[in-house]
């Protein structure tokens, strides 16, 4: 291996963490502007029982579960289909090239959220504490008295 390739393989949990942070944020900004209006948007926000609505509530639960690290292989995957079943409902009537649809985020989100399914939330993650603290392994014990160690 190279010191470039080295460098990468070091740097590569924290950049799986940062990227699921940024895509976190993300989808807290869209499902913010669908169920409160903000950031703005010239329509308000939706009404929650309405479809826009309920996308708006999975974006913000989804998006507060990924920037934690919290669930993140479940959250990644159902947050997958969702963008999928977006791209189905919203963007392919209007053709099917994503270019032409307008849907060329939810193909991309789709995929990535595929991939933190696949790879996991990284080291900055409430996931990956709780992992530490159930797989760690307990003190050995001192033999009892009496006996070699």
């Known amino acids: 291996m190279t010191k470039f390739d080295d460098c990468c393989a070091r740097w590569c949990p924290c950049l799986l963490s940062l990227m699921r942070i940024v895509l976190a944020l993300l989808l807290l900004q869209h499902g913010g502007q669908k169920v409160f209006g903000y950031p703005t948007i010239s329509s308000g926000a939706a ?26 292989r479940l959250t990644a995957l159902l947050l997958a289909v969702f963008m999928a079943a977006s791209y189905f409902m919203v963007h392919a009537p ?6 032409h649809n307008q849907g060329e985020l939810d193909v991309a989100c789709c995929v990535v959220f595929l991939y933190l399914s696949a790879a996991g939330p990284g080291p900055w993650s409430v996931d990956q504490c709780r992992c530490r603290k159930c797989c760690a392994t307990p003190p050995a014990s001192p033999p009892p008295p009496g006996e070699k160690g």
């Open 47 to 72: 009404p929650l029982s309405s479809l826009l609505g309920i996308a708006g509530i999975v974006e913000l639960v989804g998006g507060w579960l990924l920037l934690m690290g919290m669930f993140t």
């Open 94 to 99: 209007g053709g099917w090239w994503p270019i």
